[in-house]
Structures are given as C-alpha cells and as structure tokens.
C-alpha cells in the first residue's frame, strides 16, 4: 500500500511540480508506487510531457517498463500515443522494452501508426521494434497503417523488413480498402502487378470488382495486363460492364482492353452490359468497336437480350449500330419477343430498322396474327403500313382478321378493315369465316361490323 510519501510524490508528477518531485523522492518516497488507479508517478510524468520529471524519476530508479494495469499501458507506449518524442528518446536510453505489449497484444509501433506519427513510428524501428509483431486480432503495424491509410508509415514499414506473408496480407488489405497511394508504394519495390493476390484473385480484377476507380487506374499506369481475365473467363472489362462501372470501362478501354473477348458462356462485355441495363456502358462499348451481333453460346445476341429485358433505351442504341432485327433464337426474332411481351415501342423501333413485318412464330403465327390477338391495334397499323401480309394463314388456315374476331378485338378489326386488302370471307381448315367466329363467340359489335363491309357466312 502506497505511504502518504508515495501519494504525494504521485501528485506532485502529476501536477508537473518539479521540484516537490525531487524533495518527495529526497526524502524516501518509493518511486515506483502505485495510486489507486495503478498508476505511478512516472507513467503520470509522461501522460503531462514532463520530461524533466521523468528524467529524475529515472535517476531514482523508476521502473521504465513497469506498465498501468489492467490495461497494460506502459510509459513507452503512452509516449508513443502522445506524440513525446523526447520522453520518448529518453525511456529508450534508459532501455525501455520498445516491443513490450498491452493487454490486447498491441506494441509501441501499432500504437504509434494507429495514431500516425511517422516520426515516432521510426524512433521505434530504429530503436529494434519488431515490424512483423501481431496483436490478439492478429493485426500488424503495416495493416494498422494501410487501414488508416497512413502512406508514409507504410513506407517505412515496407523498408523495415517486413515478411513475405504480411506483405502478400498487406497489398490485398490495400487493393480491398482503394489505397491508391499505397498500391504505388507496393508496386515501386517490385510487388507483381499480375500475379494472384491471397484471395486468389489478380490485382486489376480485385479491384475492378470492388469498383475501385483510384485502384485500377494505378495498376493499369503501372503495367497491370487490361484484359487479364478469371478462372471463369471473366475479364476486368467483362467485370465493369457488368457492375456498371462506367468510368473503370472508360478507363480499360483506354488502355487497351479487347472489347469482344468472350467468357465461358460466350458472353461479351456487351452482353453483359446489355444484360444489366447500363445504357451508358453499352454506347462506351459500340464506341469501341465491339462487335454488335455476337451470339453467346445460348444464341442470344445482345438485341434480343435487350428486347427481352425492355430496355428500349439500349434496343434503339444497338439498332442505330447495326444490330441485325431479324436474326432468330430458337426460332424467335426480336421483333416475335417484344410483341409476346407487350413492347409496343420496341416493336416501333425493331419494325424502323427493318424487322420482318411478316415473320413466322413457330407456331405458324405471323407477328402480325399476334398483335391481333393481343388487341394492340397501333402495332397492327405500324404492320400493315410497312407490308405486312393482311391474308397470310396460319397452320389452321386462319387470316389476322379470324383471330382478330375469334378473340373480340374490335379495334384491331377495324384497324384491318380500313386497310381494305383483307379477304373477309376466306375460310379456315374447319370451314370457318372471320363472320362465323365472332358470332360463336357472341362479339356482336364485330359481327355487325364485318356485316356492314359485306362479309357473309
């Protein structure tokens, strides 16, 4: 237990009263007593930066690394935290241990690079601290460093000796958190720009992935290969497109990368560009060259996919390029795609750009058969005034205007009907009219109408 000697001379270096200090100690206070917080007068010293305190206290015989508990704080470390480089260079003359550690297994160093002083940070290394010590997390300096992006401490560290094993753990740290700066660091003493990383993936794909614009820009002025690819076939390209990175596809592009290579599907950026609905990316690519009517390996080319998907926006961009409306996916058009679905506007634009008005679903309909189906009598006027068949049968046997009526589309009848090239009395395999079919069905307002044009049963 403390005398009141002790307390006092605790309170006097903590007060920074030099010379109550001296006199206390004179006298035989014990200088390496504790308070009730497990504090000594020396720990105190060096929290207040009264280094002609500590110097004393020193001279009595104050244990240097005697640390405050619980937290296992001792004064190389608190002077490390402070910023007291002078405390500092007189607690490492004095031999204190620069790599004794606190409760959680944290150094000096880790202490002072958490708090960014380079300064400190290399009184310590020069003083013998270890650069390779790991805390209880199984942190390092270096990744402290690279967390906090502390550039300059990294590159102290990085010419510290750090090992084989921290420096492969470091560089990927850096690449997940975009420490552009720090990649360079790495990249000047000689780390491979192409070879995989501990996650097993490359440098420009990681952070390609991650969307790292500052990351991937570094690389590439570095040297890194723009079309180094994944396992997958996956290339940093491919990755951009994909995720919407306009800026890294701009980037790549400049730098070389191949527009039209192919993954393991047989996808192109473009693709998957177009799969993703980034527009944006999608002109940056045509742009570039990429090839328009590439097939992946299920048949689709990014018009269909686009037709598909609705995205009238990239159907327009990829049409006006010279995407080809007419080539077919298992027996499917484009044109037969945007209809099943009621793409009203994409059909416009397929049809403007040379669609086949007249194409055949394989079920034997033509498109023009299906809008009549579907009641979508503007389509059925866009059809018919770029010349579409208005009598061209089905399987069955049955004209536009029969499923037109069979189905009660009124407005799409009269669409046909004011065409006046439709055969109203012709007859389907079951000996049916357009006539009959709307009165089995009891569509009246359609029989009258046919009446009135002059069909008959």
């Known amino acids: 237990m403390a005398s009141n000697w002790d307390i006092l001379l605790i309170q006097a270096a903590r007060q920074g009263n030099r010379t109550r200090v001296q006199a206390l100690l004179s006298q035989g206070a014990n200088v390496n007593a504790t308070d009730g917080q497990n504090t000594t007068a020396l720990i105190y010293a060096v929290q207040g930066g009264h280094r002609e305190i500590v110097a004393i206290l020193r001279e009595f015989g104050a244990d240097i690394n005697k640390s405050k508990q619980p937290q296992g704080l001792s004064p190389l470390m608190l002077a ?138 570094t690389l590439l002025q570095a040297g890194a290969n723009p079309n180094i690819s994944t396992e997958e076939g996956e290339t940093a390209l491919m990755l951009a497109a994909a995720e919407g990175y306009f800026d890294i596809v701009r980037l790549l592009l400049a730098q070389g990368a191949s527009v039209d290579n192919q993954n393991q599907a047989g996808e192109t950026a473009l693709h998957l560009a177009t799969i993703e ?93 299906k809008a009549c189906e579907g009641n979508n009598s503007q389509l059925v006027r866009w059809l018919i005034d770029i010349g579409a068949d208005v009598n061209k049968l089905d399987f069955s046997g049955a004209s536009p205007l029969m499923w037109a009526s069979y189905h009660g589309c009124l407005d799409t009848v009269k669409v046909l009907l004011d065409g006046g090239k439709v055969n109203l009395n012709q007859k389907n395999q079951g000996g049916m009219t357009a006539l009959m079919l709307a009165k089995f069905n009891h569509h009246q307002a359609i029989v009258s109408l046919l009446q009135q044009a002059g069909a008959i049963e």
Not at 124 to 141: E, K, P, Q, S
């Open 277 to 369: 609905g980034h527009l944006e990316i999608v002109q940056a690519l045509l742009q570039a060259g990429a090839f328009v009517n590439h097939r992946n390996h299920f048949g689709d080319t990014p018009l269909l996919i686009a037709t598909v998907q609705g995205y009238e926006a990239i159907v327009l961009e990829l049409l006006k390029q010279g995407a080809d409306p007419n080539l077919t996916q298992q027996g499917e058009t484009p044109l037969t795609l945007a209809l099943q679905r009621q793409f009203t506007e994409i059909c416009r634009y397929l049809l403007d750009y040379g669609a086949n008005a007249n194409a055949v679903y394989p079920d034997g309909k033509t498109v023009l058969m």
């Open 80 to 217: 490390a935290a402070l910023n007291h480089s002078e405390i500092l260079a007189q607690l490492i003359a004095a031999g204190a241990n620069v790599n004794q550690v606190n409760q959680d297994g944290t150094p000096a160093l880790m202490i002072a690079t958490y708090k960014g002083y380079t300064a400190i940070a290399e009184q310590l290394l020069t003083a013998g601290a270890r650069v390779n010590m790991r805390d209880r997390d199984g942190d390092t300096a270096l990744s402290v460093a690279i967390s906090q992006n502390y550039a300059a401490i990294v590159g102290l560290l990085l010419d510290s000796g750090v090992d084989e094993e921290i420096r492969q753990e470091a560089w990927l740290e850096a690449l997940n958190a975009n420490r552009p700066e720090i990649l360079q660091l790495f990249i000047n003493r000689g780390m491979p720009l192409d070879a995989p990383t501990l996650s097993g993936e490359t440098p420009l794909i990681l952070a390609v992935e991650r969307g790292n614009l500052g990351s991937v820009q």
